[in-house]
Nanobody, 123 residues
Framework: QVQLVESGGGLVQAGGSLRLSCAAS????????VGWFRQVPGMEREFVAR????????YYADSVKGRFTISRDNAKNTVYLQMNSLEPEDTAVYYC????????????????WGQGTRVTVSS
C-alpha cells in the first residue's frame, strides 16, 4: 500500500508559477512510476505528466509541454510538478498517482491516488 499526499496548489495569476508536491509513504516509492493528472468538474480525469521509477524518463501532455516539468526525489519519497506560464485553462484539481506499470497515460494503470490539490489560475 502507498499513501500519496499532494500539496502546493493555490490561486495564481495567468503567467505565474506553482510547484506541486506529491509525498509518498508506505512501500518503497522507487518501485512505482508516478503520474500527474487533473480534473475539472464534469470532465474526465486528464493526463498531465508522468515519470519513470528512477526518474530517467518523463512524458507530457501536449497541452503542458514546455511549461510543466515533472521530477522526483526518491530519497525524499516525493515527486514534483513545476508549473510555469500558467494559463486559466490549467485550472483544475491536480492528482498524483503511483503504479507499477511504466509508460502509461491511462488512469487505469495507476493503483494509488492522492486526494488532490486545487489549482486556480485567474486571467
Amino acid at each position: 500500500q502507498v499513501q500519496l499526499v499532494e500539496s502546493g496548489g493555490g490561486l495564481v495569476q495567468a503567467g505565474g508559477s506553482l510547484r506541486l508536491s506529491c509525498a509518498a509513504s508506505g512501500r518503497p516509492f522507487s518501485a512505482y512510476a508516478v503520474g500527474w493528472f487533473r480534473q475539472v468538474p464534469g470532465m474526465e480525469r486528464e493526463f498531465v505528466a508522468r515519470i519513470s521509477r528512477a526518474g530517467s524518463n518523463t512524458y507530457y501532455a501536449d497541452s503542458v509541454k514546455g511549461r510543466f516539468t515533472i521530477s522526483r526525489d526518491n530519497a525524499k519519497n516525493t515527486v514534483y510538478l513545476q508549473m510555469n506560464s500558467l494559463e486559466p485553462e490549467d485550472t483544475a484539481v491536480y492528482y498524483c498517482a503511483a503504479g507499477r506499470v511504466s509508460y502509461s497515460n491511462d488512469v487505469r494503470s495507476y493503483d494509488y491516488w492522492g486526494q488532490g490539490t486545487r489549482v486556480t489560475v485567474s486571467s
